[in-house]
């Protein structure tokens, strides 16, 4: 398993639409992907986990893949964060 | 008659109108229990159901970022799944997912942000969609509006919105939702008339039933008499002008009929509410509050975080941005900074006394207003000064980021304007040192009251001393303009007196040059302005320089022409 830390930029947070992005891309990827924010591990396959987290501007997170192709999966997954998924 | 006060109005207006209450068919699940061996038809049966509501929200979400995320809730693995694992309890599929549905409804709805807390809308409308096609029943109860009704219902779900006629809705009442409610938005957006949250309303009123609701004083009446109809046909012909003329004079510079032009720009704080208001439509940022950078991050911002936001700002507004530089302490924190303990927080360490002490973190932000100055108008403003030393010290570290910056070959503008928010009794009575020193002055009429005063704005027992028309808040506001434009100094106020419909006229009397307010305030403020006459406004300020009591100067606001 490989993690990487991540602070999240958009302006309201994870909210619906930025989630159901991660969601779509990290259930794109192969391995396992979880996000660990405080004492939360998310799956980031799932829209609603994403948002029930609360994950609001400004939070960092930690982004965990499991699996064959986890190295090119966390940086699928950090690149599209970093990136601002679509905001 | 029969009349209900409302509290929340989520989009102002008045409709008149008959009443249209939405029956929802009935989603109750069916109770009884499948056979062990049915549940791999049972998981069958669902999967097929989701993946018809699927192709069905996929047209929708087509042209509807609504929709869009309904189909990522749709397709969700987690929803999915925890609706299969309550089929394996043997529990038939209506029953699994109204279970499941509760389940996250509750958790949306136990989350701390109002937002999330509304989205919880969202997941009971897929859930619904879900169910209706388990069943196999259609949804028609919007879709049946023929005539122009106000509708009355528990919730409005943004399906149900895909099913309106909207030129046959004249108004929303619903028992749930917020402000930030799907109908709120729509109902702000295409400017009908919305309330949101009125319980119980669906047992007092009847289908058919006539109403007047008034969105404006929050009201609503049922089975109103002729007279009351008469009355509010003229309240809503009144409020329709009213909101035409404000939306036309927002359009028309703020200039008074005699000529004098003054500037009206806005408070923000933040990049958003720039992109929210109508940015061709303001002359100017009179106050970027630069603490959300700070307030909303888990780390002091880096040099490009702020550097990013500033140059935003810069290129969304085509003109003056007045940007402050950080001002915390008082009652406003930081997660990720421990402050000690004080007594007196608002005589204590906040604003430019903190940036002076604090310099690395002064100088980032320094060099980001720096280097964001390159893309557009920047100002660099300096909160809660109380003497010409700090603001000698806040420049010569200006100066040190320049020069560092001119170092490293980064392009800005050389000769950016830096000057003081007046808000301190120490910076009017030295204000004319300060008029040899600063670019500009902006009075912060919120802390100046205050601290002028003595009088705490949050204690509750002295709430009544707290008033910006005290006649030593009005002349020390007097004595800052008048000593600015002795020097060649452009004077602005930010503070909430700025847009006080009250003091507007005194102000422009007094020679503000620049008026700076909450974006949603400017039509009113623009409208005081254009319809006040400066050489009048003068004589007001003249006179109310004068008096020596509140009283008395309220007794002469009031009794002034044109006010």
Known sequence: MISQKITITNPSGLHLRPAGLLAGIASKCNSEITIICGQNRINAKSVINIMTAGIKKGTEIEVACNGHTEEQDLKTIIAAIAGGLGE | ????????????????????????????????????????????????????TADQVEKLAADSEIFAGHLMLVRDAVLKDAVIGKIKEQKNAEQALSEAIAEYVSIFESMDDEYMRERSADIKDIGNRIFRNIKGIEDKAFSDIKERVIVIADEISPSDTTAMDFNNILGFITESGGFTSHVSIIARNKGIPAMVGVTGILKEIKNGDMIIMDAVSGTIIIDPDDDEIIKYEAFKEEFLQGQKKLEEISRLPGITMDGKAVELCINVGNVEEIKNAKVKDIEGIGLLRSEFLYMESSHFPTEQEQFEAYKAAAELCGGDVIIRTLDIGGDKKLPYYSFER???????????????????????????ILRASHYGKLKIMFPM????????????????CKQELRNENFLFNENIETGIMVETPAAVVNIEDFAKTADFFSIGTNDLTQYLLAVDRGNQKILGLYNSFHPAVLRSIHKVIQTGHKYNIKVGMCGEFASDPAAIRILLGMGLDEFSMSAKEIPAAKNIIRNSNYKEAIKLAERVLAASTIKEVMAIVQDSPNS
């Not at chain 2, 002076?356 to 980001?368: M, W």
């Not at chain 2, 109380?386 to 100066?399: G, R, Y």
């Open chain 2, 342 to 368: 004080e007594d007196n927080p608002f005589l204590g360490w906040r604003a430019i006394r903190i940036s002076l002490e604090l310099q690395e973190v002064f100088k980032t932000q320094l060099r980001a």
């Open chain 2, 1 to 52: 008659m029969k009349a209900v006060s409302v509290n929340r109005a989520s989009s102002k207006g008045i409709a008149i109108g008959k009443a249209f209450l939405v029956k929802k068919a009935d989603l109750t699940p069916s109770a009884y229990k499948i056979t062990h061996d049915g549940i791999g038809k049972e998981i069958g049966k669902f999967e097929q159901v989701l993946i018809q």
């Open chain 2, 385 to 400: 000064i109380i003497s010409v030393e700090e603001l000698q010290q806040a420049k010569e570290v200006l100066e040190h």
